[in-house]
Nanobody, 119 residues
Framework: QVQVVESGGGLVQAGGSLRLSCAAS????????MKWYRQAPGKQRELVAA???????NYGDSVKGRFTISRDNAKNTVYLQMNSLKPEDTAVYYC?????????????WGQGTRVTVSS
């Protein structure tokens, strides 16, 4: 059984910062990628940032230069530092863990953490 738990969401004023955390626990053998997605009301879920097992990262165009993804491999934890927040960053943020075990690939999701940015 694998658990993925996000934390760190909340209400912040525009221009402020938040740091999201996502901890994975349980029988995870080999994490390939750790990602953050978000879904705003009435919109499709979109990729915010990803960090691969080798450390490479990529970001959605709307967050480049403002958000930073990082990971602590020893703790199976991924972070999302969000700076210069804008009202359009308001969404539920979801953590996604991609892992492998032998020839099998697994996809784990957290329950989401809500971020609200007021203008």
């Amino acid at each position: 059984q694998v658990q993925v738990v996000e934390s760190g969401g909340g209400l912040v004023q525009a221009g402020g910062s938040l740091r999201l955390s996502c901890a994975a626990s349980g029988s995870i053998f080999s994490i390939v990628a750790m990602k953050w997605y978000r879904q705003a009301p009435g919109k499709q879920r979109e990729l915010v940032a990803a960090i691969m097992s080798g450390g490479s990262t990529n970001y959605g165009d709307s967050v480049k230069g403002r958000f930073t993804i990082s990971r602590d491999n020893a703790k199976n934890t991924v972070y999302l530092q969000m700076n210069s927040l804008k009202p359009e960053d308001t969404a539920v943020y979801y953590c996604n863990i991609g892992a492998t075990r032998g020839l099998m690939a697994y996809d784990y999701w957290g329950q989401g953490t809500r971020v609200t940015v007021s203008s």
